[in-house]
Every structure is written in C-alpha cells, then in structure tokens.
C-alpha cells in the first residue's frame, strides 16, 4: 500500500502517527526539520522560514520560526505518546540563495537585519533549539548555494533530500 503523501508548505510543519510521507518542497534558505520517534513510529516535519519568533512582532503561524515550530511538533509528539529522549532530528536546506554585497557576515549588520544570511542564521537557530531540547542530530545537508525537496517516510524515518544540480542523498 503506497502511503499518503502530505506537503509541508513554508511557515507550516505536521506531525503524524501515520504511515504518511512528509514533504517540503523548495527550501532554499528555508530548513526542513524532521523529528522522529522510531520506537514509536511518530514524526513530524517543519518547513522552517525563519530562526527565531522573538524578533519579529507580529508573530504569525508557529511553523514559521526555528524555536516556535520545534517546540510546538515536539509538544504534538509528546501528545501522541512520545518520549521526547526517543526524538531525533535530521535537517536539510538552509542555503544561501542571493549574494547582497555587504552582507557577507551577519555580525557587521547591526540590528535584525532579515535576509541578510538567513539560510545560515536558519540552521543555527534549529540546531540551538535541538541542543536545548536534548534532541540529537543525526543527519544533515545544509548550506551551500542551491534549493532542495526533503522527503521524510514516518513509517521508517527515511529521509531524502533531492536537488537538481546535486541528486538525491539519503539521511
């Protein structure tokens, strides 16, 4: 039986218990994150927009934002009956998609300066999230200067993130 595939659009994640697969497509500086409970077959996948809700006053969807969108799918998780010590995490996108002259190192931009490295600031902000929830990553492919499409099988926890230039990779 084929399973039911479910599109993950930006600012938006879904957790499920189901033998769905889950998907973002085009992330550019966008992350995808994939949390999974092998154990329990629960997982969810988070097309993350931005690193962190606090900068921005009007907040909008959780799914939006690094810390917001991890912390809601792990709570969904715990819901369904996971364990948040049976979480992992893989991560994929996070690219740096436009060259803005002046704009090479975030630290010489004084103040919020969105745009400015986002893809960077993106898988920063996701993998401090994870730390702080004792969520181990175990797989990404991050960076560099291109889109990819992350596909994330709850049934097994298979990840695979395909992109035109560089193929598909399995995490």
């Known amino acids: ?70 912390k809601s799918m792990v709570k969904e998780m715990e819901r369904l009956g996971s364990q948040r010590k049976d979480i992992i995490a893989k991560i ?19 103040g919020p300066c969105l745009g400015m490295q986002i893809g960077e600031r993106n898988v920063e902000a996701v993998k401090k999230i994870l730390s702080e929830l004792d969520i181990p990553l175990v797989a990404e492919d991050t960076g560099g200067n291109y889109g990819r499409t992350m596909r994330f099988r709850v049934s097994d926890g298979k990840v695979t993130v395909s992109s035109i230039r560089h193929g598909t990779k399995e995490m």
Do not use: W
């Open 1 to 70: 039986m084929d399973e039911k595939q479910v599109n993950v659009g930006v600012a938006e994640y879904h957790v499920t218990h189901n033998p769905h697969t889950l998907v973002c497509f085009g992330l550019g500086s966008c992350v995808g994150v994939a949390l999974y409970d092998k154990r329990r077959r629960i997982g969810g996948l988070a097309h993350v927009m931005l690193p962190d809700s606090n900068a921005i006053s009007r907040k909008g969807s959780p799914g939006k934002f690094a810390d917001t969108a991890i």
């Open 92 to 110: 994929a996108g996070g690219a740096c998609m436009f060259h803005i002259p002046g704009a090479r190192n975030p630290k010489n931009v004084p």
